[in-house]
């Protein structure tokens, strides 16, 4: 199914949005947050802070989720002394670590591999997108393993997701909320919603936005902005680009009395979403045009470049999402080449890839942002040792990789490792709530943080261990 296809029943407009269609949507409804929600008081961690030096490193945090599940062999972890129908065509490549070889076909983030800390040895055991998803977004494993999520969500797979638990226990930070998901939510074929990318049971006001867009649009449409199914978007297919709407849609509510009814919550709400900061980080026309075209002109590339703006924002936690592109077939869509899997890798996924995540690095570092900027990439599971009949591989959630950068992590590292085949951790397995806890650690929050459920039982925000291999 293409990017544009939805599942949602969202309200046409043929015009410029007007004061009733934000007053019908509730005005910040159309980014899926009802005005209390947006501004209840953040929770605050009960444990104490942890005595480290990279504890709380990470003003900031970007995600970059490959759904589907990148190839460990044509990545992080390539076997060129594998049988042909493990190894693959492609050839490893040196980096700028002696001894640490990658793909071919990840050149330019070859040569920034001393600003990285990858992890070989990641797990779930789980050979399930969503559900082996739901455990690298949660920190939780999903019940049952190696099943596909229903798309109903509850329990008891309603854990929250790493974002809302970095906007419930340290809130939003400036004029945007703390945590921002975009360009579009993660889905299966038949747009299965996957559990794991909400706030759960920690309720709808810590829910990261989920901002659907296609930033590499010439005039930034947007198709809908929504954070969950039952809230109401507002498309925007025929009067010019997001910046311009969402000026003109608050600019005017701004001036009618309406305003003088609301009490200070929706006026702090508004205030929000027409400060300066908030219309800046949309801005993508801002941008050089050649930094623009190093990030690449597709919807990640122009994704990720959104998400560092986002972070310069004050965004404390932005997750971009490779999800399937227009012309994606059924049989490998994103990430999940079951077939074809080189030519996939050679046309469509590795060079934009490649682009955008060592764009992203550079880009970071020169600003001087990279040192309190935690960048993880990362997908659900691998792929299997062994390229199957249609050349292509399948799901493999017994060891893939992770690759972290800046926040506190240390450069230059390369841990765990996995067998002849790259089928099986060796050295240095780890889980996905290890990750989790990392992640957590770096931003400033303890992971033996206590948090309650909706009934009172008390919980750990996480049940791994920080992963102090990879850190400063």
Avoid at 29 to 55: H, I, K
Avoid at 229 to 235: A, C, L, N, S, Y
Avoid at 400 to 419: H, M, N, R, T, W
Wanted: aromatic share 6%; net charge neutral; with cysteine.
């Amino acid at each position: 199914m293409s990017f544009h296809n939805r599942a949602r029943n969202p309200l046409k407009h043929n015009h410029l949005m007007q004061r009733r269609d934000w007053l019908q949507v509730g005005g910040l409804s159309a980014f899926g947050m009802s005005l209390p929600q947006l501004l209840q008081s953040p929770a605050e961690a009960s444990s104490p802070v942890t005595a480290s030096r990279t504890f709380g490193r990470a003003k900031s945090c970007i995600v970059l989720f490959l759904l589907g599940g990148p190839p460990q062999h044509e990545t992080w972890d390539p076997k060129p002394d594998a049988p042909d129908n493990i190894r693959g065509n492609f050839k490893p490549i040196g980096s700028a670590q002696p001894g640490f070889q990658v793909g071919e076909l990840m050149p330019k983030t070859a040569a920034l591999v001393n600003d990285l800390a990858v992890i070989r040895s990641m797990s779930t055991n789980d050979n399930a997108h969503s559900a082996s998803g739901y455990w690298m977004l949660t920190g939780v494993p999903h019940t049952p393993k190696n099943k596909e999520t229903d798309g109903k969500g509850g329990p008891p797979n309603d854990w929250p997701c790493l974002g809302a638990q970095v906007r419930h226990l340290l809130g939003d930070r400036g004029n945007l909320p703390a945590a921002i998901t975009l360009p579009e939510n993660l889905w299966n074929t038949g747009m299965i919603n996957w559990s794991g990318q909400t706030a759960g049971w920690l309720g709808p006001q810590a829910d990261p936005w989920l901002i659907m867009c296609d930033p590499s649009a010439s005039n930034f449409e947007v198709s809908e902005l929504a954070l969950r199914e039952g809230v109401t978007p507002i498309r925007m297919h025929h009067r010019g680009n997001l910046l311009h709407q969402f000026n003109q849609g608050v600019d005017h509510l701004l001036k009618s009395n309406v305003v003088d009814r609301w009490n200070q919550y929706q006026q702090r709400a508004i205030e929000m979403l027409s400060s300066k900061e908030a219309r800046h980080a949309f801005a993508l026309d801002d941008e050089d045009s050649n930094l623009r075209d190093s990030y690449g002109r597709n919807r990640f590339g122009q994704s990720v470049l959104l998400a560092r703006r986002m972070v310069e924002a004050g965004v404390r936690m932005v997750q971009v999402n490779w999800t399937r592109w227009g012309h994606d077939t059924s049989a490998a869509p994103a990430w999940d080449t079951h077939a074809d899997n080189e030519k996939r890798l050679r046309n469509d996924l590795m060079p934009p890839m490649d682009a955008a995540y060592s764009t992203l690095l550079k880009d970071l570092k020169q600003r001087g942002l990279l040192e309190e900027t935690l960048v993880v990439w990362m997908g659900e599971f691998g792929r299997t040792p062994k390229i199957n009949k249609r050349g292509g591989r399948d799901h493999w959630g017994h060891v893939f990789p992770v690759a972290l950068a800046g926040g506190g992590i240390q450069p230059g590292v390369l841990i765990g490792a996995s067998d002849s085949i790259g089928g099986h951790p060796t050295e240095f397995r780890r889980e996905p709530h290890d990750l989790h806890a990392t992640i957590l650690h770096l931003m400033g929050i303890n992971p033996q943080t206590e948090i309650h459920t909706p009934e009172g039982r008390p919980s750990v925000v996480s049940r791994g261990d920080v992963l102090h291999e990879v850190l400063v």
